[in-house]
């Protein structure tokens, strides 16, 4: 009896201890991790400066790169990105004060290499678009859609226009397989830039590749619209062969926005094709 009685008043005094915050460590520094990652990009030869939550105590690397230089003041974190040749990673954890309590945060860094954008760009382009640009499909649209009105127009038989329509095929010329080569080692070229294995002189080198073997290969889609000039001179005025281009605002590649074929109002900004080429703007997008 005496025992089960000692039992329960050490409980009570345990339950009663616990209740009113006994034990003590309330009032210990504790170290804790923000779950929430800050993702910075930062351009090459820049230095840009961001605001922690906190005054910042120090800055340890956790994968560092030597592109980057870290400093901070107060609450203010400094980075200094140096010129780059490919884009680079770096994680740093940030430690901060707040009350007695280390507060740590991970910031991640990447360094743009802002030299290659254009470069960057027309790789992707590719890389996204590969099939469509082999097979010249911007042209094949544009050339089935002047065939037909060709048709609607009794310049064609129907005959005549099944013929035409059938004989547009990119990916049976000779051109083909090379432009297709250099289109996948431009693709692979690109992931490796984007991992920092390639510099972007190799990567312009393979772009430059590329393009070249696009140009022998889209001469084909300029010449089969340049056959149909016979039965679409009254519709269309005739293309210039202005080749496959880039055009950043669109990021693809196209023959159908030449500056020859192109106007802007003065007023408005606006961008329409002049005339003779009016008859394109459905089919481009601009």
């Known amino acids: 009896m005496n025992n089960t ?32 990652k800050v993702e910075l990009s930062v351009p090459e030869s820049t230095v840009e400066r961001v ?32 010129d780059l040749e490919r884009p680079v990673l770096g994680s740093y954890d940030v430690y901060m004060s707040k009350g007695n309590d280390t507060l740590i945060q991970r ?47 009794e310049d064609l038989t129907p005959a005549q226009r099944d013929a035409l329509i059938d ?17 996948e080692q431009l693709s692979q070229a690109y992931d490796d830039y984007q ?20 140009d022998a290969h889209g001469a084909y889609g300029y010449g089969m619209i ?6 679409t001179s009254a519709v269309m005025a005739t293309l210039p062969d202005s080749g496959l ?7 693809r590649f196209s023959r159908y926005f030449a500056d020859s074929m192109l106007t802007t109002d003065p007023e408005t900004g606006a961008t329409t094709y002049t005339t003779g080429f009016e008859i394109l703007t459905p089919l481009t997008g601009l």
Request: proline letters at 2%.
């Open 5 to 36: 009685k000692a039992f329960v008043s050490c409980v009570a005094v345990a339950l009663f201890s616990a209740g009113c915050g006994g034990g003590g460590g309330g009032d210990q520094p504790q170290t804790v991790r923000i779950n929430d």
């Open 51 to 82: 605001s922690a939550s906190n005054t910042v105590d120090k800055i340890e690397p956790v994968q560092a790169s030597e592109n980057f230089s870290l400093s901070f003041n107060g609450s203010e974190i400094s980075i200094v990105a140096s």
């Open 107 to 153: 910031y991640e860094i990447m360094g743009v290499n802002t030299s290659a954008q254009t470069i960057e760009s027309q790789a992707f382009a590719i890389q996204e678009n590969a099939d469509d640009i082999l097979a010249l499909s911007e042209d094949k649209k544009i050339y089935e859609f002047l065939v037909d009105l060709g048709y609607l127009r």
């Open 167 to 183: 004989k547009f095929d990119a990916t049976a010329q000779a051109t083909y397989p090379a432009a297709k080569s250099s289109f």
């Open 195 to 214: 991992a920092g294995v390639i510099g972007e002189s190799a990567l312009e080198a393979y772009l430059n590749t590329a393009l070249s073997d696009l």
């Open 226 to 231: 340049r056959n149909l000039d016979a039965t």
């Open 245 to 251: 281009e880039f055009v950043e605002a669109q990021a």
